[in-house]
């Protein structure tokens, strides 16, 4: 029996959210504002379904099945783009969105 063949995973931050009243109220002193761990449009490359390096453990969490998901081939319905899903932090504080892109090599 083959081992399994996974496609490539492009994670791109797509927007970093600023929710300034949610953090006033309950961030302690001195936390930022957002998320200081990334660029808007930063990318990255997950290959066999791992965490990329230099990538968030918290935000991988959360969005490691869906990377797997993308990476067996499948498409999540409700997004318009075949091989993507677009994904949030679970970090209310610092919530952040990023763009998974399936890579499908063409020959």
């Not at 399994?4 to 931050?13: F, G, L």
């Not at 001195?30 to 968030?56: A, H, L």
């Not at 319905?77 to 209310?92: L, M, N, R, Y």
Request: charged residues 25%.
């Amino acid at each position: 029996m083959g081992a399994t063949k996974y496609y490539d995973i492009k994670i791109t931050v797509l927007k970093k959210l600023d929710v300034g009243d949610i953090h006033e109220k309950y961030a302690s002193e001195g936390v930022p504002t957002n998320c200081s761990k990334y660029k808007e449009g930063q990318e990255f490359i997950s290959k066999n379904c791992n965490k990329p390096e230099g990538f968030c453990s918290w935000a991988w969490a959360g969005l490691q099945d869906k990377v797997v998901y993308l990476a067996l081939g499948h498409d999540y319905p409700w997004v318009k783009q075949k091989g993507t899903e677009i994904f949030c932090c679970a970090d209310g504080l610092h919530p952040v969105l990023y763009k998974l892109e399936r890579i499908e090599l063409t020959s």
